[in-house]
């Protein structure tokens, strides 16, 4: 059973920067397919970013140039640095794997995925 554990959450203040790992369990992580969702209060789970096995990714508009997502295969780890926050960055953010290759087209469709996180929270202040 592989496990996905999330840390680097907190509070920050506008403008901030936050990164946020994501650990994962299995020797063949580098075959995963990986992503970052999250999920405000009151709100549905909405896709952040995503990285492919061999490095592709893809990101929600409202990212765009200010999160950044990367692996590091020989640590077992997904990261999320997350620059210029803003007060509706503020969620649970959880990581997502699933050993399917998927194209980058359907990075974003939390369906996809069948490993998570149990999320951490990030809070940012206005």
């Known amino acids: 059973q592989v496990q996905l554990v999330e840390s680097g959450g907190g509070l920050v203040q506008a403008g901030d920067s936050l990164r946020l790992s994501c650990a994962a369990s299995?020797?063949?992580?580098?075959?995963?397919?990986m992503a970052w969702f999250r999920q405000a209060p009151g709100k549905d789970r909405e896709f952040v970013a995503g990285?492919?096995?061999?490095?592709?990714?893809k990101y929600a508009r409202s990212v765009l140039g200010r999160f950044t997502i990367s692996r590091d295969n020989a640590k077992n780890t997904m990261y999320l640095q997350m620059n210029s926050l803003k007060p509706e960055d503020t969620a649970v953010y959880s990581c997502?794997?699933?050993?399917?290759?998927?194209?980058?087209?359907?990075?974003?469709?939390?369906?996809?995925?069948?490993?998570w996180g149990q999320g951490t929270q990030v809070t940012v202040s206005s």
């Open positions: 299995t020797r063949a992580f580098s075959t995963y397919t």
């Open positions: 997502a794997g699933t050993d399917r290759h998927l194209i980058t087209g359907v990075l974003g469709s939390a369906e996809n995925y069948n490993v």
């Open positions: 990285i492919k096995y061999i490095g592709g990714s």
